[in-house]
């Protein structure tokens, strides 16, 4: 079916999503952006997708405020999942956000990344010869996701025969933060906070008795807090351990996976790559901008406000997204193409303003690390069946990716 774009934006519903948007939203995003940039959506919500209108929302938190109690209380209730995301720093304004992200920010200093280097050179290496000795891969779960449940591992000093859930513990809690959940998927991610939750209280029990050390393991660093200054409270403490896994694990994964698939669909920028393994950093910020893994953010106006020419009460809330924001022509030379020498890139992947993400510099390491050493073991890499989407709006990625090394 040939729908036009006018069809694609007239019809558009966050509520209503088709296979085809799954697979491929961008077709979408760019009619919403000519036609409706600030798309009034059935449920009273706006949708914004021009890259200025977001960096506008991103760094005004006095009227665009990110506390999700009041969209979060209807969806979860009186549950496990609405204490862990209404305690975690992204979804909470000054000054709860500042205490927590200043501890956070301490704990992932530049010096304490540079630091984890040498153990992830390792890490991919050890994963890069598993693959090599099997062949045929399956890319995300032998590759792409090992890597940020093992970092974070790490980062937490969570014992390596102790890690196993946490991936799943991980997506269930995320997979709950789609914008219509049905009640198996609020179910899985609440048993996930109620699990990790407890087994959080075990690890920092531990630690507390036998402290590690505060440059390397995150845990000790938020329990000790400042010098003399800020301490996270118990309840601070455990659920933004559990975000800190979240907030790096499937947005990493499909940094990782996004930018292999979309290397291997664009054999020129892939060769490019191979020949000038000097332009990985700037590779790593097209794959940001052209599969953003985090689409999607969201936002509630405090006072009435105007966004392109619209009138907004108090209390609306807006979704910007950042998948569509990242191919706007106004901010993006030919934005529809995947260029790994892009400069500039500013793109919106990891947000702008206060909540910008706090582990932008781990992600990135890791994803540079990850695809680099990827592809100078195998150049050669093919797919060798269709990969599998996620199946999510706001987290894009694959569930699986069978290649051929
Ligand atoms: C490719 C990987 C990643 C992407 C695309 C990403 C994206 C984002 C985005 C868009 C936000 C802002 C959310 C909002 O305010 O609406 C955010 C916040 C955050 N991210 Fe990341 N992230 C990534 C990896 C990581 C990693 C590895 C960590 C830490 C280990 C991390 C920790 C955080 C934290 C703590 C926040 C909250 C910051 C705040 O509210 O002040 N992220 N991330």
């Known amino acids: 079916m040939n729908t036009s774009a006018r069809d694609l934006a007239d019809n558009f519903d966050i509520e209503k999503l088709t296979p085809e948007f799954y697979a491929n939203p961008y077709p979408t995003y760019r009619a919403l952006r000519e036609h409706e940039p600030v798309k009034h959506l059935p ?57 927590v992200r200043r501890l956070i920010m301490g704990a992932l200093s530049p010096r304490a990344i540079a630091e984890m280097e040498p153990d992830l050179i390792a890490l991919v290496d050890r994963l890069l010869d ?20 093992q970092v974070i591992g790490n980062l937490l000093d969570v014992p390596m025969d102790e890690r196993e859930p946490l991936r799943d513990w991980s997506l269930a809690i995320l997979g709950a ?42 845990l000790t660093k938020l329990i000790q807090g400042e010098d003399g200054g ?32 979309a290397l291997s669909g664009n054999p020129v920028e892939k060769k490019r790559l191979i020949d000038n393994p000097t332009l990985i950093k700037t590779a790593i910020e097209e794959f940001l901008r052209y599969e953003s893994s985090n689409q999607l953010g969201n936002r509630i106006t405090t006072e009435e ?11 609306t809330f807006v979704t910007l997204c950042i998948g569509a924001a990242n191919r706007d022509p106004a901010q993006f030379a030919d934005p529809e193409h995947l260029d790994i020498g892009r400069t500039p890139n500013r793109h919106l992947a990891f947000a ?39 199946g999510r709006v706001r987290f894009r990625g694959f569930l699986s990716v069978p290649c051929k090394v």
């Open 352 to 390: 702008t303003g206060p909540h910008q993400c706090a582990g932008m510099a781990l992600a990135r390491l890791e994803g540079a690390i990850a695809i680099a050493r990827f592809l100078a073991r195998f150049p050669g890499y093919e797919l060798n069946g269709a990969p599998v989407r996620g």
């Open 43 to 99: 449920n009273g919500s706006y949708f914004l997708t021009r890259y200025d209108d977001l960096v506008g929302v991103y760094k005004n938190t006095k009227l665009f405020s990110s506390d999700k109690k009041k969209e979060f209380a209807p969806k979860y209730g009186d549950s496990m999942l609405y204490e862990h995301h209404t305690t975690s720093l992204v979804f909470n304004d000054p000054p709860a956000h500042t205490r």
């Open 130 to 149: 598993g693959l090599a000795g099997k062949g045929d891969v399956e890319l995300i779960e032998d590759f792409a996701s090992a890597i940020p449940i």
């Open 177 to 218: 933060l789609e914008p219509v959940i049905g009640p198996e998927v609020f179910a899985r991610g609440n048993n996930a906070v109620r699990d990790f939750l407890a087994y959080l209280e075990t690890l920092v029990e531990r630690r507390r008795a036998k402290p590690g050390n505060s440059e390397r393991d995150v």
């Open 230 to 261: 800020e301490r996270l409270t118990a309840k601070e403490l455990l659920h933004n351990c559990i975000f800190l896994l979240n907030a790096g694990h499937e947005t990493t994964t499909n940094l990782i996976g996004n930018g292999l698939v």
């Open 305 to 315: 406000v105007e966004i392109g020419g619209v009138q907004m009460l108090a209390g």
